[in-house]
């Protein structure tokens, strides 16, 4: 896989975190993986504020894995942000998280998830579903143009 292709992994869980990880390294997806563990370092990750600042928010990764449990700021708030600005609402936003629930599911694209996936408790599984969000998000999938200014 191309390994130009950032994903950023946005997940407070250090158990998650090492999982995910291991998973992509299993999975032989070579990409770049940067990881925030809070919905505040993520929005200054993506917009090149707080401890970011001077990275080109021009310069998106190609996914964002969001969970929707953080601190500081939700996922769900994190989402609708994104969306909010003309220079991240093309960024495909896949939610990766624990909750099962209709109304998360639903939350989540209501305020434009791409996707939403559960995270499977089995170690296998989740390296399968890490594998295939992989070969879906950074080989298959046609990547949006970018935003005008």
Excluded at 36 to 45: H, I, K, S
Aim: charged residues 30%; aromatic residues 6%.
């Amino acid at each position: 896989m191309e390994a130009t292709k950032r994903i950023l992994l946005i997940e407070d869980n250090p158990s998650d975190i090492d999982l995910t990880k291991r998973a992509f390294l299993k999975a032989r997806i070579a990409n770049e993986l940067v990881v925030v563990e809070d919905g505040e370092e993520a929005l200054d990750y993506l917009f090149g504020t707080g401890g970011h600042v001077g990275r080109d928010p021009a310069d998106l990764p190609a996914v964002a894995l969001l969970d929707l449990k953080l601190p500081k700021v939700g996922g769900l708030e994190v989402l609708k942000r994104i969306r909010a600005d003309v220079r991240t609402r093309r960024l495909p936003v896949v939610i990766l998280t624990t909750s099962r629930e209709e109304s998360d599911i639903a939350a989540g694209y209501d305020r434009g998830a791409n996707s939403y996936v559960p995270k499977p408790v089995d170690f296998v599984d989740f390296q399968q579903a890490i594998e295939q969000l992989g070969l879906y998000w950074l080989l298959l999938n046609e990547a949006p143009p970018r935003m005008s200014r």
